[in-house]
């Protein structure tokens, strides 16, 4: 991890600016094209939420600003992220589960697959036990193709957090679309960095799996 020097920071106008707002979140919905990364899923008989909540993650790690934490009025930037994601439990409450790293897909598959299974047999918990401020937050609603979302926040104008989930997929024109919700803190991330986050997303679900070859 590494510090930017706020008073020689490009960004320093825009992050004096932002910092002062109340709410100074921005979200920005789109869909992704799943196609390709679900058939994968179904002919290797893995679970497309996991790989799919995996390049959530690994996609974040490749947008520097995703990296970026806001930490006593400086700016941190992490090496990696990890993903914390909500999972429904049998009552049909949530818990959060704490997914790891998404730099190495096969560790994040195996990880991921123990917490689910950890919290089928009935472990619930809202408690977060990472402290180093390199999350990001994830959830999925898959039973709405939402086409706006919101979340609800503390009153922490420097929270920075990035909170991404997913909806239901359903085909439309031949492809399978999937709705995406990205939410970042404006103060150190543009609509630019959301839109190269969606190019590289659609990239990497139309690529990631074929690419690398993978077998679990």
């Excluded at 094209?33 to 490749?62: E, H, R, W």
């Excluded at 997913?166 to 543009?190: F, L, R, W």
Aim: net charge neutral.
């Amino acid at each position: 991890m590494k510090k930017i020097n706020i008073d020689t920071w490009y960004r320093k106008e825009h992050f004096d600016f932002y910092t002062t707002f109340k709410h100074p979140s921005f979200n920005v919905c789109a869909t992704v094209d799943v196609t390709k990364t679900l058939n994968y899923c179904k002919k290797n008989q893995l679970s497309f939420f996991i790989c799919s909540l995996f390049l959530l993650g690994y996609t974040a790690n490749q947008i520097e600003p995703f990296r970026f934490r806001i930490n006593n009025n400086e700016v941190d930037v992490h090496d990696e992220l990890e993903i914390s994601c909500t999972v429904l439990n049998s009552d049909e409450s949530f818990s959060f589960g704490e997914f790891g790293s998404s730099s190495n897909f096969d560790l994040f598959y195996q990880r991921a697959d123990q917490q689910l299974a950890k919290i089928k047999k009935g472990y619930k918990t809202l408690k977060q036990t990472n402290n180093r401020g390199n999350e990001i937050f994830c959830s999925v609603l898959p039973w709405l193709h939402f086409t706006s979302f919101s979340h609800a926040q503390k009153e922490s104008k420097h929270d920075s957090i990035p909170r991404i989930v997913m909806g239901k997929y359903k085909t439309i024109h031949n492809e399978i679309a999937m709705p995406v919700s990205v939410e970042v803190h404006h103060a150190i991330v543009d609509g630019l960095h959301v839109g190269q986050y969606f190019e590289k997303l659609q990239h990497n679900f139309n690529h990631f799996f074929d690419q690398n070859n993978l077998r679990l």
